[in-house]
């Protein structure tokens, strides 16, 4: 079993940065893929960005392409989403994810969730 807990989430403006924080523990967390989605209100949880446990550059979502960054430290088990340039339509939940396989296909476990709302 695998727990997440995710952090980091606020109000900030148009063009300002977050960074939101997906602490693990439990099993390995290193041989893990780990993954940020978001869900927006009325919408269907989609995916953001993706890092693997080991090799491979990360994947990102083209709407968040050259704004966001996905790093994993793996001595604090804990997976970072920088978010810079947001967007209003960047507002949404955002979870963090945990899997074995193609984690923007196939979650395990699931953090709470962490509000980001970005305003005009």
């Known amino acids: 079993q695998v727990q997440l807990e995710d952090s980091g989430g606020g109000l900030v403006q148009a063009g300002g940065s977050l960074r939101l924080s997906c602490a693990a523990s439990?099993?390995?967390?290193?041989?893990?893929?780990m993954g940020w989605f978001r869900q927006a209100p009325g919408k269907e949880r989609d995916f953001v960005a993706a890092?693997?446990?080991?090799?491979?550059?990360?994947d990102y979502a083209d709407p968040v392409k050259c704004r966001f960054t996905i790093t994993r430290d793996r001595a604090k088990n804990t997976v970072y989403l920088q978010m810079n340039s947001l967007k209003p339509e960047d507002t949404a939940v955002y979870y963090c994810?945990?899997?074995?396989?193609?984690?923007?296909?196939?979650?395990?476990?699931w953090g709470q969730g962490t509000q980001v709302t970005v305003s005009s």
């Open positions: 439990g099993r390995p967390f290193s041989y893990y893929n």
């Open positions: 994810a945990a899997g074995r396989r193609d984690i923007a296909t196939e979650q395990e476990y």
């Open positions: 890092i693997r446990w080991i090799g491979s550059r990360p």
